[in-house]
C-alpha cells in the first residue's frame, strides 16, 4: 500500500508534488498503472492509479474517493508545554499522529524552559508518521500560544476541558474518571518540567478545566501528553 500526502487533492486527476513525486519513483521506483494511495491528511483517502511516472510531477487519476477514512468517535486537542530538547516535543507529535489526535498547541507556561517553539519541522514529523502508519488524519498543529492567550482563545468553548498537573493542593481526579464523564470533545493542558504555576493552575479551573492525575509517577511533559493520547484512544476505542 503506498501511501502519499497532499493537503489538497484534485480529482478526477491529481499532480503529486516534487517531494512525494521523487519518493514514487525514485525511491519507491513505482511505475505507470500502479495503485497508490494519497491523503489531505483531513480524512479523506483517495485511491488511483500512475498515469505519469515523473520524478517532478506524477499525475495520478483518482478511481476511488473515502470520506472520513478512520474516523474516530472523539476529538482530542492536547495543549503541550515545548521541551527544552525538541526533539522530545517531535516524538511525542510523532507518536500522538500515530495514536490519533486532532489539534496540538504548543503552549508558552511561566515555567517553560523553551519560550520560542517553531512548527515547521512537527509538521513534517506528523506528515511523515501519517505515511508510515497510513491514517488519514494528521493533527493540526497551532503556532505557540501562550498561557493566559489559550485560556481566552475559545478553545475550551463546547469541550470537557482538564488541566494534568502533580504539585497542587486543588482536589485532583484520575484522569480515567475524568475522560469518561468529560464527553466526546475533549482539551488536556500538559505542563512543562517543574509543572504549571499555582496561579495558572487557578486560572485554568477558574475556566473550567478539571485538575486531573496521571498516576503515582512524576512524568516527563512528553510523555504525559501521549499518555493521555492512548488513555483516550483506549477508552473509546476498546473499551
Given at each position: 500500500?503506498?501511501?502519499?500526502?497532499?493537503?489538497?487533492?484534485?480529482t478526477?486527476?491529481?499532480?503529486l508534488?516534487?517531494?512525494?513525486?521523487?519518493?514514487?519513483?525514485?525511491?519507491?521506483?513505482?511505475?505507470?498503472?500502479?495503485?497508490?494511495?494519497?491523503?489531505?491528511?483531513?480524512?479523506?483517502?483517495?485511491?488511483?492509479?500512475?498515469?505519469?511516472?515523473?520524478?517532478?510531477g506524477?499525475?495520478?487519476?483518482?478511481?476511488?474517493?473515502?470520506?472520513?477514512?478512520?474516523?474516530?468517535?472523539?476529538?482530542?486537542?492536547?495543549?503541550?508545554?515545548?521541551?527544552?530538547?525538541?526533539?522530545?516535543?517531535?516524538?511525542?507529535?510523532?507518536?500522538?499522529?500515530?495514536?490519533?489526535?486532532?489539534?496540538?498547541?504548543?503552549?508558552?507556561?511561566?515555567?517553560?524552559?523553551?519560550?520560542?517553539?517553531?512548527?515547521?519541522?512537527?509538521?513534517?514529523?506528523?506528515?511523515a508518521?501519517?505515511?508510515q502508519?497510513?491514517?488519514?488524519?494528521?493533527?493540526?498543529?497551532?503556532?505557540?500560544?501562550?498561557?493566559?492567550?489559550?485560556?481566552?482563545?475559545?478553545?475550551?468553548?463546547?469541550?470537557?476541558?482538564?488541566?494534568?498537573?502533580?504539585?497542587?493542593?486543588?482536589?485532583?481526579i484520575?484522569?480515567?474518571?475524568?475522560?469518561?464523564q468529560?464527553?466526546?470533545?475533549?482539551?488536556?493542558?500538559?505542563?512543562?518540567?517543574?509543572?504549571?504555576?499555582?496561579?495558572?493552575?487557578?486560572?485554568?479551573?477558574?475556566?473550567?478545566?478539571?485538575?486531573?492525575?496521571?498516576?503515582?509517577?512524576?512524568?516527563?511533559?512528553?510523555t504525559?501528553?501521549?499518555?493521555?493520547?492512548?488513555?483516550?484512544?483506549?477508552?473509546?476505542?476498546?473499551?
Amino acid at each position: 500500500m503506498y501511501f502519499f500526502y497532499s493537503p489538497h487533492i484534485d480529482t478526477p486527476e491529481h499532480t503529486l508534488s516534487p517531494t512525494e513525486s521523487a519518493h514514487c519513483t525514485r525511491v519507491l521506483r513505482l511505475k505507470e498503472s500502479d495503485t497508490v494511495y494519497i491523503t489531505d491528511g483531513k480524512g479523506t483517502l483517495c485511491t488511483g492509479r500512475l498515469l505519469d511516472a515523473n520524478p517532478r510531477g506524477c499525475r495520478v487519476l483518482i478511481t476511488e474517493v473515502a470520506e472520513d477514512y478512520g474516523a474516530r468517535p472523539y476529538r482530542l486537542h492536547l495543549a503541550v508545554a515545548p521541551t527544552k530538547n525538541t526533539e522530545r516535543f517531535e516524538w511525542f507529535v510523532e507518536k500522538a499522529t500515530e495514536a490519533g489526535t486532532d489539534t496540538i498547541t504548543p503552549l508558552i507556561c511561566e515555567r517553560s524552559e523553551r519560550k520560542i517553539y517553531k512548527t515547521e519541522r512537527a509538521e513534517r514529523v506528523a506528515v511523515a508518521a501519517l505515511k508510515q502508519c497510513k491514517r488519514a488524519q494528521m493533527p493540526e498543529i497551532r503556532q505557540p500560544v501562550a498561557f493566559a492567550d489559550f485560556l481566552h482563545s475559545g478553545a475550551l468553548e463546547g469541550a470537557g476541558a482538564a488541566i494534568a498537573c502533580c504539585f497542587t493542593d486543588e482536589p485532583r481526579i484520575p484522569v480515567t474518571q475524568w475522560i469518561r464523564q468529560a464527553g466526546t470533545n475533549l482539551v488536556v493542558l500538559i505542563g512543562p518540567e517543574g509543572d504549571f504555576s499555582p496561579a495558572e493552575i487557578t486560572a485554568a479551573i477558574r475556566a473550567g478545566c478539571t485538575p486531573v492525575d496521571l498516576g503515582p509517577s512524576i512524568l516527563r511533559t512528553e510523555t504525559a501528553a501521549l499518555g493521555v493520547v492512548f488513555l483516550t484512544a483506549f477508552h473509546f476505542l476498546y473499551l
